[in-house]
């Protein structure tokens, strides 16, 4: 993998609002990269700061092996696309496209119109040249958007919550495309977005922010089963804390967890060092179980009772009181054919695993 981008020691004040602090991070080539994070963490900032739209307070930005400082925008080898569709709507498709070829007096207009069609084909939107740019779906428009960012074939492709403002399904279907098309034309994608499943879905690593820091970067499997810190984890996806007492740390970690009892876990199920003393176990609900009449298991059970059902047609959300601990342990279970589902109230067993467990300081 060849690095791309490069952040040293990056730091953003605005006046004494400190917005982006002491930020390391490397960028590959053809990488498809997420900042991930609630509002105000920072990302958008962040992605700025490459584009050349904010200057860093501090530190050093590389792009290709050059430093960045005092070079503009329009100069660097980026190109960002945003969440609202920055689109001209008195304009074609074609002449939207074609906007981005402005300034390259070099090409006659023949070859300005095979660069618009290829790029308009690259977003499933061969054909749609002469449409009016305001009659156009949401998706529609955000794929001109895309179209007109890729004209110019730029090394890096910036996306401001690109996919923000489409309904969930239009959503879910431009995220499948992107990641095709980030496939096909092989640069790299740095993508801002505060919704956890779509950074899971599209990206191979994820930079995860909290207060202008990042909290851990890692691939999308390792941030969901390994986070580094309860924040992480619970800004990704659900997960169970049970308070623990780590007794021993070596190849192993034995630990007492409350309601489960003594357990021996991997060391790298501790994502950061670890000491002995007071910490928490974290377990994802869909690690749990509940365990139905006439099932058996060889995993561990321990005894609860049904506190709350959520049904969701595919899945059932379970909330089941162990004895020992304080907040009910949250599980999800598949509704598959002769499962019944258990009500408030129902005595049930909880399967668990050690190998699920998560241990965190
Ligand atoms: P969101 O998802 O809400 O856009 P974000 O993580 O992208 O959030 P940023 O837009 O990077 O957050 O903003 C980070 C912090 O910096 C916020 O508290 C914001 O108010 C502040 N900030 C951003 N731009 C400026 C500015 N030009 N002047 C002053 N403060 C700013």
């Known amino acids: 993998m060849t690095s791309l981008i490069t952040l040293k020691g990056v730091n953003k004040y605005y006046g004494d609002y400190h917005a982006l602090r002491d930020i390391d991070l490397t960028i590959n080539e053809g990488e498809f990269f997420s900042l991930l994070g609630p509002s105000g963490c920072g990302k958008t900032t962040l992605l700025r700061t490459i584009a050349g739209f904010e200057s860093v307070s501090d530190g050093v930005v590389m792009i290709g092996g050059k430093d960045m400082a005092g070079v503009s925008a329009n100069l660097r080898p980026t190109n960002m696309v945003f969440q609202s569709y920055a689109i001209f709507p008195h304009l074609s498709v074609a002449e939207n496209v074609a906007f981005g070829l402005r300034k390259r007096s070099d090409l006659d207009k023949a070859a300005k119109q095979a660069l618009v069609d290829d790029a308009l084909d690259m977003v499933g939107l061969g054909g749609f040249g002469a ?33 923000s403002a489409l309904d969930k399904k239009m959503r879910e279907q431009m995220q499948v495309e992107l990641i095709r098309l980030q496939r096909h034309v092989g640069i790299t994608f740095i993508l801002v977005t505060h919704d956890q499943e779509e950074a899971l879905v599209m990206s191979d690593r994820i930079a995860v922010m909290f207060e202008g820091r990042i909290g851990q970067l890692d691939d999308p499997e390792t941030l969901y089963r390994r986070p ?29 967890v409350a309601g489960l009892g003594k357990v021996r876990v991997a060391a790298e199920q501790a994502p950061e060092p670890m000491n002995t003393g007071p910490a928490v176990a974290g377990i994802r609900p869909e690690t749990l179980a509940v365990l139905f009449d006439g099932e058996t298991t060889v995993r561990k059970l321990v005894d609860g009772v049904v506190d709350e059902v959520v049904y969701y047609g595919d899945m059932t959300y379970y909330d089941v009181r162990i004895a020992g601990v304080a907040q009910p342990l949250n599980i999800a279970m598949k509704n598959l054919i002769g499962r019944p589902v258990l009500e408030v109230g129902e005595k049930t067993r909880v399967v668990w695993d050690e190998r699920s467990l998560v241990v965190l300081r």
């Not at 740019?133 to 919550?161: C, F, N, T, W």
């Not at 810190?229 to 630990?255: C, P, Q, T, Y």
């Open 228 to 256: 580094n810190s309860r924040k992480v984890a619970e800004f990704i996806g659900k997960m169970n804390f049970l308070k623990a007492d780590v007794k021993a740390v070596g190849d192993v970690i034995d630990l007492d």
């Open 131 to 163: 449409r009016a740019a305001h009659a156009l779906s949401g998706g529609q428009r955000q794929r001109v958007a895309l179209a007109r960012a890729l004209i110019l074939k730029p090394k890096v492709l910036l996306l401001d919550e690109p996919l």
